[in-house]
């Protein structure tokens, strides 16, 4: 082995806040060595982490893993464009849309895949958000209503072989009838099933789980505005032991209180997602969007309808910014907050990553400061190679 294999990072251990020394050998961690004793320079460490693991990008930086046909090379771009928000693997999301559509978001997504390594490295999986999903107003959020349907298993097997076997996750609603059989299939094959854009009973959510189903897709968001105080959906899926639950953490789209409930029932199984859409990681201003109308993201990463500022359009913050909200607010710590961003989301999906910053783990990690309200990236590490260093932190 050359030396030149061998990546090393000092810096402070996310889990105990101890100085280390990071050592990353052929893609893995090699070494988690403790510093005897205070050294020069301690206080200007940055705290080391696990690189981030997003279950929901539905886009990037103006790229749009649904505007079809999809430019050629949007899932590489947007990989590499994400090491700069510390997010070392995700799944794009593919949303409801005509079957067609939805097969060709697929194909070209597992083509880039196929062809590139540094893509496909990123890319852990597929996640197909819809189209069996809820067709009603509020659960359905943004999907076009005319593409909902109820689960239909040889669809699904097409658009598996489209997308070269990679769709990993889906979420479905368990409103419609046949749902149990059908996730028990996805089970079968490997795939996550996961319950959202929903207004099922207490019954049927209890079916899905037996069945095989075991993630709340973004809950309490593709919901209706107003719902029975008990029983409903929000209170079946927390209270359903065997499912873990993603939360868009960004501060507009659920209230504290409801980040807070979620972390203290479900704890290693709370799970933060971006559920960006292709407006994040642009500039503020007012954007034309192609699900209708005009939308606006403002300085404090808010996206809302242009006419209705009441209405967001989507999310716009990347989980370094749900990392932030959680710990600011004291809803979390900051390792249990880095951990809801990369280790939990592994575990649930069965990636290597859920070993976290421990040797023998994916050398994928990151470095950044806490300013005490923010959580500022300045290096991210895939597989040991620097991929990303923000200017005048090289160190
Ligand atoms: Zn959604």
Known sequence: MSHSDITAIRGLHYLSGEPVTVTMTSGKISGI????????GDEN?????????????????????????????????????????GVTSYYPTVITNGDDAIEQALRSI????????????????????????????????????????????????????AAEGRI??????????????????????GVQVSIGHTSATDEQIMEAAAAGARLSTHLGNGAH??????????WAQLAQEELWTCVIGDGFHLPDSVLKVVRRVKGKRAILVSDAVAFS???????????????????????????????????????????????????????????????????FMGLPAAAGLAIG?????????????????????????RVYTRAGTDC
């Not at 505005?225 to 929000?234: D, K, T």
Request: aromatic letters at 8%; proline letters at 8%; hydrophobic letters at 40%.
């Open 168 to 189: 990993k996750l889906i979420t479905l609603s368990p409103e419609w009838p046949g749902t149990a059989g059908f996730v028990a299939r996805c089970v079968e094959h």
């Open 33 to 40: 060595h403790k510093e005897e004793g205070p050294q020069a």
């Open 225 to 234: 505005l107003m719902l029975p105080r008990h029983p409903n959906y929000i």
């Open 45 to 85: 460490l940055p705290w080391l982490a696990p690189g981030f693991v997003d279950l929901q990008i539905n886009g990037f930086r103006g790229l749009d893993f649904n505007t079809i046909p999809i430019a050629k090379g949007t899932a590489k771009s947007v990989t590499s464009a994400l090491f700069e928000e």
């Open 281 to 347: 990681g642009l500039a503020p201003g007012t954007y034309e969007s192609h699900i209708g109308g005009r939308v606006v993201l403002t300085p404090e990463g808010k996206l809302h309808l242009e006419q209705s500022p009441g209405i967001l359009a989507g999310s716009a913050q990347m989980l370094q910014s749900g990392i932030s909200h959680l710990v600011y607010k004291g809803i979390a710590s900051l390792s249990e907050a880095c951990d809801m961003a990369s280790v939990h989301p592994a575990a």
């Open 110 to 161: 597992a083509g880039e895949c196929r062809e590139d390594a540094a893509t496909a490295a990123g890319v852990a999986g597929i996640h197909l958000e819809g189209p069996f999903i809820s067709p009603e107003d509020g659960p359905r959020g943004a999907h076009g209503r005319s593409f909902t349907k109820a689960p239909d298993w040889e669809l699904f097997l097409r658009w598996q072989e």
């Open 361 to 385: 783990a994916p050398a994928d990690l990151v470095a950044f400061e806490w300013t005490g309200s923010r959580l500022k990236l300045m290096q991210t590490y895939k597989h040991g190679n």
